[in-house]
């Protein structure tokens, strides 16, 4: 087996997966968005269990991980579309809060050059609410930079789905051949 066999570019692809998936979990979780943190979460176990299941030959983990990847490309297919309100989806809605608050993402209000400005109250005089601040601008809108790790996410899970299939297949012959 040569380093860049299908086996070991699945274990790359893991691995970045992984790195990935954390960082969007870390920026889900500071903008309180309920529904990307429970599936984030589920991802990351998913995205470990193949991981091991490529590194021990575990065939079983293998196919739980491609069978999660088509979830995981619609879920992100999904997000992307409803931070781009296409489909008849909102941004604005509280879908990916799961209606419990009314937080968003927090690159909304801390992107990338992003001034802004809270509103005097007297009842929130030292603490900061979502709701009592405005943006005045950034160089990057947040759905942008949303739709932007929703394809970061597609492009790694693409190339993970054409090879946890090679890597199935593989694993497939070679138990039909030691049986």
Known sequence: MGCCS????????????????VERQV???LGYQWAPI???FLHIIVVILGLFGAVQYQLRYVVVYL??????ICW???VGCLYLD???LSKDSHILSLGVSSHSSWWKNHGPGC??????????QDHQNPKLTTVLSCWLQYQYIEVLHCTMQLLVSLPGVVYSCYVVSTFSEEESYYK
């Open 76 to 78: 992100n297919v999904f």
């Open 38 to 40: 429970m599936v984030n």
């Open 115 to 124: 001034q802004s400005q809270s509103l005097p109250s007297d009842s929130w």
């Open 6 to 21: 299908g086996r070991c570019m699945l274990i790359l692809l893991c691995s970045v997966q992984l790195i990935t998936a």
């Open 27 to 29: 920026f889900d979780f």
């Open 67 to 72: 069978l999660w990847m088509f979830v995981w």
């Open 86 to 88: 296409l489909g008849g």
